[in-house]
């Protein structure tokens, strides 16, 4: 049988690992080989903190520049597609009413509206990020879009031939407008409000590894120079002292900085992305009520629902109570869209705006009801004339309510993006202010220890 030429070990002699071992524990019981793995295990400590302080506030950072420049521009960006959408349909029941009196404002209203939500809809594709809810909705949109404003345009070619089929073009315009257009401009803004929602969360989630690394980078220094007094009766050792100021420093950095980002984010949530949520929500329910009383006099009836009455006008009375709460008189209720911007408004500038429009919807809800009344007679062209008049129409209150909303819109963006911008100012230098001071703390630790370690030379 052959034999195998690895030779078998030696009796008593020992790997290279094992004595390395024995070395470095022979060196450990000694005080410089115990002072050279502390000042080891300090500049890790310290460099570990640092490390970990500039990566958990990179990326809450990260988030907070987000809130600002991506997810709640987006936003409003859905919330102005819907707006576009809605005002589009409801110009358009505005201008078949006209008839061939439609004015030129009116067709240039309805075609910039076309325009704005083709616009937004391009930039919003392109700021998706690869979302699917939201990439869904936009291709939805995109195409229901062009053939929505085919039927418009049909129902205008026959309205201005005096056809009747011109009002059916309209409600089933419309009805595609409700059914499809609309509720995937809704998903749209739910989907990018969720996101403005998760940024949120992620910008004010508290840093608690860099939280922890500093405590424990802290403690070890603070033991260290124990044991160091203990050893030499010195109060002071220089590098260990610079090192514990330079980690206390970033770690007081880090809980200010981060309780001030938290505060600004807050405070731009609080008063402003959810003032600027009811204060659109308030803007579609106009519109949507706008475009309810415009239709009733296109379908005189037509439409009904199952409790027999004219679906338009249970769409209108449903649309100014979630508005204004019930009721056409007095200050609008807690659960109602301006009751509870009024809620949210943290200052009479932001207030004012609000009352003003809760008063026109007073009005108007005044003058709707001078409408009805003049249709219900027969007076077909008197109650018109109350709806889509020049002057004390109801449309002439639903513009002002409209302009209200949208100055208390432009108040509430520009406090939204004050808070924000503190926000996410105060974290703005301390990834790499942290790592700074931690290089410069671990330098301290290794000075401080070869110090002490120079006495024994």
């Known amino acids: 049988m052959p034999t195998s030429s690895v030779s078998p070990p030696v009796p008593g002699r020992r790997t290279a690992w094992a004595e390395g071992l024995d070395e470095l524990r022979a060196a450990a019981t000694t005080e410089p080989g115990r002072l050279r793995v502390i000042g080891a295990v300090l500049a890790l400590l310290v460099v570990v903190f640092g490390a970990v302080t500039a990566w958990q506030v990179s990326d809450r950072a990260a988030a907070a520049d987000d809130v600002v420049t991506h997810s709640q521009p987006l936003t409003s960006d859905a919330a102005s597609i819907y707006r576009s959408l809605a005002d589009a349909d409801t110009t358009a029941a505005a201008g078949f009413l006209a008839g061939g009196a439609e004015s030129g404002a009116t067709r240039e209203r309805y075609a910039t509206d076309i325009a704005t939500a083709s616009a937004l809809l391009v930039k ?244 709707h009801a001078e409408a009805r009344a003049a249709d219900d007679k027969g007076d077909y062209d008197g109650a018109l004339a109350k709806v889509i008049g020049p002057d004390g129409s109801t449309g002439e209150s639903f513009d002002r309510v409209a302009a209200g909303l949208q100055q208390a819109l432009e108040h509430e963006q520009a406090q939204f993006r004050s808070s924000a911008d503190t926000g996410r100012g105060a974290l703005g230098g301390l990834p790499v202010g942290a790592g700074v001071l931690a290089a410069l703390a671990a330098l301290g630790a290794v000075l401080g220890i070869g110090r002490r370690l120079a006495e024994y030379r």
């Open 124 to 367: 919003a594709s392109a700021n998706s990020r690869g979302s699917q809810e939201a990439g869904a909705q936009i291709a939805r949109l995109n195409s229901r879009l062009p053939r929505y404003a085919g039927l418009v345009e049909s129902a205008r070619a026959n309205n201005r031939q005096g056809l009747p089929l011109g009002g059916a073009y309209l409600r089933y315009a419309n009805e595609q407008m409700r059914t499809e257009l609309l509720p995937a401009a809704r998903a749209l803004y739910d989907a990018e409000t969720d996101r403005l929602t998760a940024d949120y969360d992620k910008a004010k989630a508290w840093p608690w590894y860099a939280l922890a690394a500093g405590a424990v980078a802290i403690g070890a220094l603070g033991w260290a120079q124990r044991r160091h007094y203990r050893r030499t009766n010195r109060v002071f050792n220089r590098g260990l002292l610079a090192a514990t100021a330079a980690s206390v420093a970033v770690l007081l950095w880090l809980v200010a900085g981060h309780m001030t980002a938290r505060a600004g984010l807050t405070d731009s949530y609080q008063h402003g992305a959810r003032s600027l949520r009811v204060l659109n929500e308030a803007r579609i329910d106009a519109l949507q009520a706008r475009g309810d009383e415009n239709l009733t006099l296109v379908a005189r009836g037509a439409v009904l629902t199952g409790a027999r009455q004219d679906f338009y006008e249970t769409g209108f009375r449903s649309g100014m109570t979630d508005l204004a709460g019930p009721g056409e008189h007095g200050a609008a209720t807690s659960h109602s869209r301006l009751g509870a911007a009024l809620a949210l408004a943290d200052d009479e500038a932001g207030r004012r705006p609000v009352r003003a429009a809760l008063t026109q919807v007073r009005q108007w809800q005044a003058r």
